[in-house]
């Protein structure tokens, strides 16, 4: 009879079996499983931190840009402004920049700018705030690492109206630096100058800045660091002139943050681990009775591991991501408690559901993607509880292989949806304008190309308001942006949907009107449109009133091509604005010639200028008693080129609207002193000065350098003013015709007789004679009215103790009038024709009476 084993023997040599084979493969596997796990979870933790790295970098490279694109706009609104133009080129007008706050301290506490510079073309700063104060600051030693490189990007960018931005060191510190050439931005009532000069805006990244700008990006610490970092995040800038500058932060470490929280307890549990292998192959050998023991202390072995694991999940679910797991065929099986929280839905409602009801690809099938088990993210959109669509990145891969197929998928789910829109918002900025939400030039030539390339009829409105700079001035520019927007939509309510309202800066406008072409039906659009711009704009309980001039050019009839018509549209509007204003125009070829004769003639008188075209002529001066000779006035002519000699009438209200009155100005009166100097000591040059040179140049020092020069004694010169040159600025023409007196010169009210108030001027201001005007001069001998104002004007000369000189006296009849009324001194045809200076010489050689 067989003898049945002992129960004992045979648990103990099960034991040993145990402990020699079985008890090592399952200790291997479980030290394999750990490793396994552990690389997983550094894996894991790893691609987390890039992420976040990667992340922070686009951030930060999108902080610095769109700081850097929110200075350009501001410098583009700033440097194309014709006011700008007009008070900055040339002499700085100080108190429209700094006084009246257009590019004062202002800029300082409202847009942070430390520093804004008016630079000439010889780099030289001209105009300087610092800090909101006004400063003497030299640009090229306060800024450095390219301040050359940024002007001559600034100069090459004004061809496409814009604006050069580059990184300087301000005093040592970094800062972001925007400079334009300053131009008229498209108005045409500003006269192009010879000079040019840029604008600068200095914003300074301090540290204070930085810490701020991070805060509102996730960049912690955001700072310039003393020295080159290696090895930890930053940003490599550049300066203008290439030297590298460095942005640094504290980047997040979500994974790094994961592995600390994580190892330790996977440390413990492979401890755990450890003590009680080594305690089963001890004690296994030994006694089978210890087997239960062995079995309980597996159990808790298998506790300890499983707690670890809720750890690992609560750790996994304190992340910004929703993690889910699918079956083969991507019904969701597990979804983390981030789900509920950033869907709105509770997880169970959706577990055994397919993914794909869920989420939805936004390229491609989701389905197909993820069996493909292709590396990166897919882009998903879903409906959250609250039904708003929401935009998510998608990251998945397979959970483990058998008989080639995948037995599951998990993944996580990030939602994007924010930063999704802040691009969004961006390239809606980049298109639009920021004040009133319209279209900008560059969405507005999209939108002319792709209408003209169909075809398609339509109107070009350009829209200026009158009367606005007003408001600006007087009560500030947050009641001019309050009208611009209330322009803007009722500009948008008298348009149609396949219509187009846009601003171009300032308070121009455009609107592009499809398939409205007839003349008559935009005549009645514009009507209506001006009436209801017309309408009050309401300020603080302030009633603000403002009107429009519009422009119009027509496509296909005017023009096919975009820049075109819209310069078309401004030559209209030009000229509506020259017609009274409050009205509007249609485009016609004869605007655009007329305009293209003026900036022709502009350029040729510029050219005259610096080629010595222009020539003097003198017409003497008589006492009427005795024909005896007293001075000449000199009178310029221009010896044009192609279009021969041409008289003052043709070229000096010009030179007034360009600026080129000034240079014109100057050299008559230098031209004028030289010859004078050769005539006899008793004749006298007269000089006329035209209101704009005397209000805005410096004719006292003019008038000085020239006597200077020529070394012509003052009391041989005499300047000859309008009544206007008093009705601009009457205390500072006071002023500057007592300084002028002073020299010892003479001073004549020219064309007397034609002011409203010239006899309150003769009282008040230091004038040493008058001339009657020949308007009263041509009809003296058949009117007995101009005949008397003439006897009353000489009678309140003599009464005043100033001398009296009549103008265009042309026939004997007239000159025997004046002398019988006491009339002292006269001009004209009759006694002598303005002559050139080598002609008066002779006339004074042979005689100085008239016989």
């Known amino acids: 009879m067989p003898v049945e084993p002992h129960p004992v023997t045979s648990a103990s040599r099960l034991s040993r079996q145990f402990t020699r084979r079985t008890l090592p493969a399952i200790v291997a596997l479980l030290v394999v499983a750990s490793l396994l796990a552990l690389l997983s979870l550094v894996k894991i933790a790893r691609e987390l931190d890039a992420q976040a790295l990667q992340q922070s970098e686009f951030f930060a490279a999108k902080a610095i840009e769109n700081r850097r694109e929110a200075l350009a706009r501001s410098i583009v609104d700033y440097a194309f402004w014709g006011d700008a133009y007009r008070h900055l080129v040339g002499d700085i007008d100080l108190d429209w920049a700094y006084q009246r706050q257009n590019l004062g301290s202002t800029l300082y506490p409202d847009f942070g700018y430390e520093a804004v510079l008016v630079i000439d073309d010889a780099q030289r700063t001209r105009y300087a705030v610092v800090e909101g104060e006004l400063a003497q600051t030299d640009a090229r030693l306060w800024l450095q690492g390219g301040l050359t490189q940024l002007l001559e990007q600034a100069q090459s960018a004004s061809e496409d109206d814009q604006g050069a931005v ?139 591991l499983q707690a670890s694991e809720v750890r690992f999940r609560d750790i996994a679910e304190a992340a910004s991501d929703w993690l889910w797991e699918t079956d083969e065929q991507l019904r969701l099986s597990y979804l983390s408690g981030r789900f509920e929280s950033v869907t709105g839905y509770p997880a169970h409602n959706w577990l055994g559901r397919p993914l794909s009801e869920l989420l939805a690809g936004s390229e491609q099938s989701l389905e197909n993607w993820i069996k493909a088990a292709r590396p990166g993210e897919l882009r998903c959109t879903y409906r959250a509880s609250d039904q708003h669509l929401r935009i998510c990145r998608l990251v998945s891969r397979p959970v483990s292989r058998r008989a080639g197929g995948a037995c599951g998928y998990r993944g996580t789910v ?170 509007w125009r249609f485009y016609a070829a004869e605007m655009n010639r007329r305009l293209l004769q003026r900036r022709q003639l502009e350029l040729d008188l510029r050219q005259a200028l610096a080629e010595n075209q222009l020539r003097l002529h003198y017409q003497p001066r008589y006492r009427i008693e005795a024909r005896q000779l007293l001075g000449a006035e000199a009178l310029v002519r221009w010896q044009h080129p192609t279009r021969g000699l041409l008289l003052p009438e043709h070229f000096i209200a010009l030179a007034e609207e360009t600026g080129l009155i000034q240079p014109l100005g100057q050299w008559v009166l230098r031209e004028a002193c030289l010859e004078a100097r050769h005539w006899p ?171």
């Open 414 to 583: 990030s939602d994007i949806t924010e930063e999704v829109e802040a691009h969004r918002r961006i390239q809606h900025l980049s298109q639009h304008d920021s004040l009133t939400n319209l279209p900008n030039r560059s969405q507005l030539c999209a939108f002319l190309d792709e209408r003209l390339a169909s075809r398609q009829p339509l109107a070009v409105l350009s829209l200026d308001l009158d009367r606005f700079k007003p408001v600006n001035d007087t009560l500030g520019h947050a009641a001019g942006d309050l009208v611009l927007r209330e322009v803007a939509q009722r500009l948008c309510a008298r348009t149609r949907d396949e219509d187009l309202v846009a601003r171009l800066g300032g308070d121009e406008f455009i609107l592009i009107l499809c398939g409205l072409t007839a003349q008559e039906g935009l005549e009645r659009f514009c009507a209506r449109l001006l009436e209801e711009l017309a309408e009050p704009y309401y300020y603080l309980e302030q009633e603000i009133f403002v009107a429009a001039s519009i422009g119009i050019a027509l496509a296909p009839q005017d023009s096919q091509d975009t820049q075109e018509l819209l310069r078309f549209s401004d030559i209209a509007l030009y000229q509506a604005k020259a017609d009274g204003r409050a009205t």
């Open 166 to 304: 580059a990184l300087l060191l301000a005093d040592g510190e970094p800062a972001m630096v925007a400079a334009a050439l300053i131009s008229p931005g498209g108005d045409p009532s500003v006269s192009l100058r010879e000079e040019s000069a840029l604008l600068l805006f200095v914003d300074r990244l301090t540290p204070a800045k930085l810490r701020a700008l991070g805060e509102s990006y996730a960049l912690d610490n955001l700072h310039v660091p003393p020295e080159p970092l290696r090895g930890q995040t930053r940003l490599q800038l550049q300066l203008a002139n290439g030297n590298p500058l460095e942005l640094a932060w504290r980047a997040p470490e979500p994974g790094t943050l994961l592995l600390r929280q994580v190892l330790p307890w996977m440390a413990v549990a492979a401890g755990v681990l450890a003590l009680l292998s080594w305690a089963v192959l001890r004690n296994a050998i030994r006694s089978t009775r210890q087997m239960d023991a062995s079995y309980r202390q597996l159990q808790r072995s298998r506790e300890a």
């Open 681 to 851: 000591d008793d004749l006298v040059v007269s000089v006329n000065v035209s209101p704009v040179q005397f209000s805005r140049g410096n004719l006292l020092q003019d008038v000085r350098d020239c006597l200077a020069e020529s070394g012509l004694p003052a009391a041989r010169l005499e300047l000859e003013l309008t009544e206007r040159v008093m009705l601009e600025d009457a205390d500072g023409a006071w002023t500057t015709l007592n300084e002028l007196k002073a020299l010892g010169l003479r001073l004549t009210m020219d064309d007397f007789g034609t002011g409203y108030s010239s006899l309150s001027y003769l009282r008040r201001y230091p004038f040493d004679g008058i001339k009657i005007d020949r308007s009263f001069i041509d009809k003296m001998t058949q009117s007995s009215g101009d005949r008397s104002i003439i006897q009353a004007i000489v009678g309140l000369a003599q009464a005043l103790g100033l001398s009296v000189t009549a103008e265009g006296v042309e026939d004997d009849q007239q000159l025997a009038m004046l002398e019988l009324d006491h009339c002292a001194e006269a001009q004209g045809f009759l006694l002598a024709r303005p002559q050139p200076a080598e002609a008066l010489r002779e006339l004074m050689e042979g005689s100085s009476s008239l016989s």
